[in-house]
């Protein structure tokens, strides 16, 4: 077994659209610099994410120098979003937590909402350090995240992903396998450990950043949505409810919060601290 080291790193600038992979990223207090700035909210202000949109898998949006965005879809035309001015605020609702966003405009709202045949509207969280806690129950004082789901990163290991395969090649659905890591949506990915081994871990280090390990992550119906097509099947959660269940919840990695500022690159040595 070789020493561990950080195998790849992944952002997604709007929540809940296609990831992008990047050899090195700003580590924030909030999370990765890009990953999850952005969010599509439906009329009501509810966030909207792969859960109930699984074709949102299918748009991309690449961050732009000056921070806007270029948006790209199947059967739209290419898009560029500027930061909005944040003139005035609206509330969008991230799984019953209101969060405080600045609205991209008109022209935006009318690309996601042709996309996804349903009224949407593009937001911005152009203050993450102001406007989101990190849950309490398993958070420190003043720690804070973007629009994720609920923690500043997360981190994944490839030994892990390769045991959950072998695990699906045995069983009912062994044709929707072998799945990509890209199923879990993570923005570390660790080569180099022993399978599971990162449900031992509490604090590491990957590189110059310094990371505490809030609590393992609990899977849902994104992780049976095909990244590519937006389709669906039953795995991973048929298998991971077999294997990997922790306190009645499906879990496949583990969520982490920063302890400072820095930078990670794919190559970085990772090392398990306790």
């Not at 949506?185 to 871990?201: C, H, S, Y």
Request: overall charge neutral.
């Amino acid at each position: 077994m070789s020493d561990p080291v950080l195998r790849s790193v992944h952002v997604h600038p709007v929540k809940a659209l296609r990831a992008l992979d990047r050899t090195e990223a700003e580590v924030q207090p909030w999370g990765l610099a890009h990953d999850r700035r952005w969010a599509v909210v439906d009329a009501r202000g509810t966030v909207m994410t792969q859960r109930r949109h699984p074709r949102l898998a299918l748009a991309t949006a690449e961050p732009l120098a000056d921070g806007g965005l270029r948006l790209t879809a199947p059967g739209r035309e290419p898009l560029v979003v500027p930061v909005p001015e944040p003139s005035v605020t609206v509330t969008a609702d991230v799984f019953d937590t209101p969060v405080e966003t600045v609205p991209a405009g008109d022209a935006a709202a009318a690309w996601f909402s042709a996309f996804l045949e349903t009224d949407a509207r593009l937001v911005h969280l152009d203050a993450p350090e102001h406007r989101r806690p990190v849950d309490p129950a398993y958070a420190l004082p003043g720690e804070t995240v973007s629009l994720a789901d609920g923690y500043p990163l997360l981190v994944t290991s490839a030994a892990s992903l390769d045991a959950l395969n072998a695990l699906i090649a045995r069983g009912d659905h062994a044709s929707e396998g072998p799945l990509p890591m890209s199923r879990f949506r993570p923005n570390l990915v660790v080569g180099g450990t022993e399978p599971w081994a990162e449900d031992g871990w509490t604090r590491l280090t990957v590189g110059e950043v310094t990371f505490r390990v809030a609590k393992p992550c609990g899977r849902c119906v994104v992780t049976t949505t095909d990244q590519a097509t937006a389709r669906r099947g039953k795995e991973p959660l048929r298998t991971l409810g077999a294997h990997r269940k922790l306190n009645g919840k499906l879990v496949f990695g583990q969520n982490l919060v920063p302890e400072h500022r820095g930078t990670v690159r794919v190559g970085d040595p990772v090392k398990i601290l306790d």
